[in-house]
């Protein structure tokens, strides 16, 4: 990944949908914010909140909306392009302490959600 293809924005978590999509109002800098974008959290996927996987997918869905429902965030992005469904495909990273925190690997490593590529 080229480091010159990456950009990042402060952003407010409006709402969890499931473990890999969110929705989020984003500081673009400059006064401009853009109000309630759905974005798919990137590298990851986790089970869906209907069918088979429905109750997994609850799960994973809680556990991120506990982490970062209504929470400030670090928004990083790859070339600011959308995917297929058109989303932005994002890293969010949420300030822990003194640190941030990748949550796209924090759902991984907890067991809410798989490495994957796209």
């Given at each position: 990944m080229d480091?010159?293809?990456?950009?990042?924005?402060?952003?407010?978590v409006i709402?969890?949908?499931?473990?890999d999509t969110v929705r989020i109002d984003i500081d673009l800098g400059l006064s401009i914010i853009v109000k309630n974008e759905p974005v798919r959290l990137s590298?990851?996927?986790?089970?869906?909140?209907?069918?088979?996987e429905k109750t997994l997918g609850f799960?994973?869905?809680?556990y991120l909306k506990n982490r970062?429902?209504?929470?400030e965030i670090l928004?990083?992005?790859?070339k600011d392009?959308?995917?297929?469904?058109?989303?932005?495909i994002v890293e969010i990273w949420i300030k822990d302490q003194e640190e941030y925190i990748n949550i796209n690997d924090e759902l991984v490593q907890k067991g809410f959600a798989a490495y994957k590529e796209y």
């Open positions: 480091p010159r293809n990456l950009f990042y924005y402060k952003g407010k709402s969890v949908y499931d473990g590298r990851i996927n986790a089970p869906e909140v209907r069918g088979q799960l994973s869905r809680d970062i429902e209504n929470k928004l990083q992005t790859e392009d959308k995917g297929k469904y058109g989303r932005y």
